[in-house]
């Protein structure tokens, strides 16, 4: 909830952050825009592993989850996204809360525009891009352990 003020503040008491439920909706929204199967690269942020989630997953066979190991940023591809962002943004005053928005939302869109972008961060994880090899029977893929544990 924005105010009308010209300002991009929360009202408050707003929240803040996406609820199991916000994360639902966008993944709905995307399966019916795409028309097609969704496969999620989830980090263990509390929210991703809510037992609401982990039940509407379950009961929807065209969504995919695979989990990130506790601590990972070299294998998360939205932390290649945001290595590009500040790239682009370093060293880069700004005047406003809005032209940092303003700026930020550019740069994302510049990002989205260029599907090469996205598959290099894609790419540079090492993940296998076809899911189906790392599930496991309960239907939701885990990391495996052999090569979690590289990774401490």
């Known amino acids: 909830m924005w105010s009308g003020h010209g300002r ?18 966008l993944l709905v929204r995307a399966h019916i825009q795409l028309g097609a199967p969704i496969v999620v690269i989830w ?17 929807h066979d065209w969504l995919t989850t695979i989990r990130l190991p506790p601590y990972a940023p070299d294998l998360n591809p939205v932390e ?11 060293n ?11 700026t930020l939302r550019q740069e994302l869109r510049r990002i989205q525009l260029r599907p090469h972008l996205i598959d290099g961060c894609l790419t540079a994880t090492g993940l296998p891009l076809n899911p189906c090899k ?11 352990a052999d090569q979690a544990s590289g990774l401490r």
């Open 80 to 90: 290649a996204v945001w290595s590009l962002v500040r790239r682009a943004m370093a």
């Open 8 to 25: 991009r503040r929360l009202l408050k008491g707003a929240r803040k952050s996406f609820s199991w439920q916000d994360y639902r909706d």
């Open 134 to 144: 790392i599930l496991w029977p309960d239907q939701t893929a885990q990391w495996p």
């Open 43 to 59: 980090d263990n942020l509390n929210t991703h592993l809510a037992a609401g989630l982990k039940r509407y997953k379950a009961e």
């Open 92 to 102: 880069t005053a700004f005047g406003t809360p809005d032209d940092l928005d303003r």
